[in-house]
């Protein structure tokens, strides 16, 4: 337990921001999930799925309560899902 008052302020602010981190970070991955799981929906769908994960991912790196490499390499993978779905879902010409 803290023994100064800064120290015991620090420990209520450190608790606060943890509990704000872990909302932000569960936020993004749920977010992700709905992502993935629109992968066997149709591709508009999945297109607006995508949409709000790059904003999460975004939002949370702009914070950096993730790193904002994690959020790239996340994006550049739901990207790559997305592009395969779209281009499985034209018809080749």
Same mark, same amino acid.
């Given at each position: ?36 799981? *629109? ?13 709000? *994960? ?40």
């Amino acid at each position: 337990m803290p023994h100064t008052r800064s120290a015991n302020k620090n420990l209520r602010k450190t608790q606060k921001r943890r509990l704000h981190n872990r909302a932000v970070k569960k936020s993004v991955k749920v977010q992700i999930k709905a992502f993935e799981a *629109a992968l066997e929906g149709p591709a508009a769908d999945l297109r607006t799925q995508f949409n709000l *994960a790059c904003k999460r991912l975004d939002k949370a790196a702009a914070k950096r309560v993730v790193h904002p490499n994690l959020a790239a390499r996340k994006k550049s993978q739901l990207a790559r899902a997305l592009r395969a779905k779209e281009t499985a879902a034209k018809p080749a010409t």
